[in-house]
């Protein structure tokens, strides 16, 4: 299933709030990495109702990162969090995915890390580089700042699939989703054409489940590896 015909306005505050939460969380989150740190490590969030891991597109995005780190030692990791259409969990994925970014930054400070995420898993990886807080919106007590910035410094790069657009969160009226100043260099955010939930004239329900098939996971990959 995909984000299209779902509500998802409580998926998109519940993330900015777990986003703009993190520098006051603890940092001491075990590594599913194991030792000695790897060269590379990509932390994928996979879409919604896809199974544990990293989901179809991200296997087909780390295959290919893979592929072309020959020689080197990539990690996974799997952004924890249930990725169903109860979307106020995706804040879980969003508060997982940036403790274990900033415990890579912490243990493993020569490991490379490529964030990537697709649909749902593309709104909750991009609300982990938020730089602040949406206008008008108020935080909730004991909730506040973004990563430290240091911790950008160890984000090669960020890949997108299928992230919903400006249209899309506008009409469920939930904040828009912007990528901090810190990543938008370093990012690369693919939309099919036809895909309605990243773009604004897509009418294709099959096109947000084919960027294996269309290429963008190896050019993702691409753009990732030059930067590694």
Do not use: W
Request: hydrophobic fraction near 45%; proline fraction near 9%.
């Amino acid at each position: 299933m995909t984000l299209r015909h779902v509500p998802i306005p409580r998926l998109i505050r519940a993330a900015v709030m777990a986003a703009v939460a993190l520098a006051c969380m603890p940092i001491g989150n075990p590594l599913a990495v194991a030792a000695p740190c790897p060269d590379v490590e990509v932390v994928f969030a996979r879409g919604t109702t896809e199974a544990p891991g990293v989901g179809g597109i991200g296997q087909a995005f780390v295959d290919s990162v893979r592929s072309q780190l020959d020689g080197r030692s990539v990690g996974v990791y799997a952004v924890n969090y249930p990725a169903s259409t109860e979307f106020p969990t995706a804040a879980t994925g969003v508060i997982d995915a940036s403790s274990h970014v900033r415990a890579m930054a912490a243990d493993c400070p020569n490991t490379k890390i490529v964030l990537g995420g697709f649909s749902q898993g593309a709104a909750v990886i991009g609300y982990v580089t938020a730089d602040a807080v949406p206008a008008g919106f108020t935080l909730p007590t004991g909730l506040s700042g973004p990563m430290p910035p240091d911790v950008a410094d160890h984000v090669a790069a960020v890949a997108l699939f299928g992230k919903p657009s400006g249209q899309f969160l506008n009409a469920i009226e939930a904040p828009p989703l912007r990528i901090g100043a810190l990543y938008a260099a370093k990012t690369i955010d693919l939309c099919n054409p036809e895909d309605p939930v990243c773009s604004v004239d897509g009418d294709n329900g099959a096109a947000h489940v084919q960027y294996a098939e269309n290429g963008m996971t190896k050019q993702a990959a691409d753009f990732a590896v030059q930067r590694v």
